[in-house]
């Protein structure tokens, strides 16, 4: 229901049917947006438990492709099919012959075990992350319907105010009181970003040289992770691959050397930008195991990421889930921590189990990339 426009000295008869109709409107909209607050805490809820279901699918898939990995390694380097063959025939009895074939015939079905486990294992990484990404598509489409419904409410306002500009005195009251329910919608979304308070503990802020080290990379690792530019679409995950999700869409390997978006808005989807790697054992500006902001531990095995303390509402991100992209691959990391990261041109800094699930070992090997990323 649509409130006229109408020109500037309308009569106070016509501006108080205006208001009367922009107060029945303004009613609609504050319906229609607790409907929303109350459909978007649910899938909030939701996105957070599919959230941890997809971290613990995530570690057990990490620490199944490393026990594949240490013994497929270990078949190469051993020889240890030829090394079972030679066990076999050398056998000093037909008895001892049946108990060789019984022994390698139980090695090789474990070794076929494990692979298919870790096939499974995959598989089900990657249903829990289809998942989780429908649901944060579906909390977007709420989102962008609920920044609708605030923005009608203002100009529901507006219009009554500029209709009710030669109205009578005692009119202004119920103008105030439009304006008071727009404010508190903006005062219920404020709340919902609350910052997080900073741990007493915290010891991993001072890492500027890490940031200035990976700068120095970036040449390097730039160079061979450049198979194309980041964008803010979101990922295709109909085809993962590699112990992570496919990223389709979001090819994240290209040059950080542009700078990265430093979008602050939680409900922006998903966003290109620079990502730069801190702590553990390779980096020796930040103490190993260290404490974050939140108060988690930072060492070789965390899977945390940093924003920048330029964001103007940086602390809200701790203790959020981020979903991460980067060259076909997709991890889902808990936001504890924050940091200088040059001054905000830098997105996200990579904790050491994070980088290691994209494949790389150390901080000076991940260097500086541009990747895909969205707050869950």
Same mark, same amino acid.
């Given at each position: ?123 089900? *990484?990657?249903? =829990? ?87 120095? =990379? ?43 978006? =430093? ?37 070789? *095995? ?70 895909? *990323?969205?707050?869950?």
């Amino acid at each position: 229901m649509a409130v006229p426009a109408t020109a500037w000295g309308i009569d106070v008869e016509t501006a108080q049917n205006s208001l009367t109709a922009a107060e029945a409107h303004m009613a609609q909209i504050v319906a229609d947006h607790e409907q929303l607050q109350g459909e978007i805490s649910t899938s909030q809820e939701q996105i957070d438990a599919t959230t941890q279901q997809a971290m613990q699918a995530q570690e057990a898939m990490l620490e199944g492709r490393e026990v594949v990995g240490k013994m497929m390694c270990q078949e190469y380097t051993n020889d240890s099919l030829g090394e079972m063959i030679t066990l076999v025939f050398s056998a000093q009895s037909f008895n001892d012959f049946l108990r060789r074939v019984d022994y390698a015939t139980a090695v090789m079905t474990a070794a076929a075990d494990e692979v298919e486990a870790q096939k499974e294992r995959k598989a089900t *990484y990657e249903g =829990v992350l289809d998942e989780l990404n429908t649901q944060r598509d579906e909390q977007q489409l709420r989102l962008t319907e609920l920044d609708a419904k605030k923005q009608e409410a203002q100009r529901v306002v507006e219009e009554a105010s500029a209709n009710l500009d030669t109205a009578q005195a005692e009119e202004a009251a119920r103008i105030q009181a439009l304006a008071e329910q727009a404010a508190k919608l903006e005062q219920e979304q404020a709340q919902k970003q609350a910052k997080a308070e900073v741990s007493e503990s915290w010891d991993t802020a001072e890492r500027e040289d890490t940031a200035a080290a990976a700068e120095a =990379v970036e040449d390097t690792s730039a160079s061979s992770a450049n198979e194309g530019s980041a964008n803010a679409g979101a990922p295709d995950t109909g085809s993962q691959n590699a112990g992570a999700s496919n990223a389709g869409s979001s090819n994240a390997g290209g040059s950080a050397s542009s700078g990265g978006s =430093v979008s602050t808005d939680p409900s922006a989807g998903w966003q290109s930008g620079v990502a730069s790697a801190y702590g553990g054992s390779s980096d020796a500006s930040t103490p190993n195991p260290g404490t974050t902001a939140t108060g988690a531990i930072c060492d070789d *095995y965390s899977m945390g990421v940093a924003v920048p303390m330029s964001w103007p509402n940086y602390s809200s991100y701790l203790g959020r889930s981020v979903e991460i992209s980067y060259n076909g691959m997709t991890v889902v990391a808990t936001v504890n921590d924050c940091g200088y990261m040059g001054g905000g041109s830098r997105s996200l800094d990579l904790q050491p189990g994070v980088f290691k699930a994209f494949g790389f070992s150390t901080c000076q090997e991940w260097g500086v990339r541009t990747v895909s *990323y969205r707050f869950l």
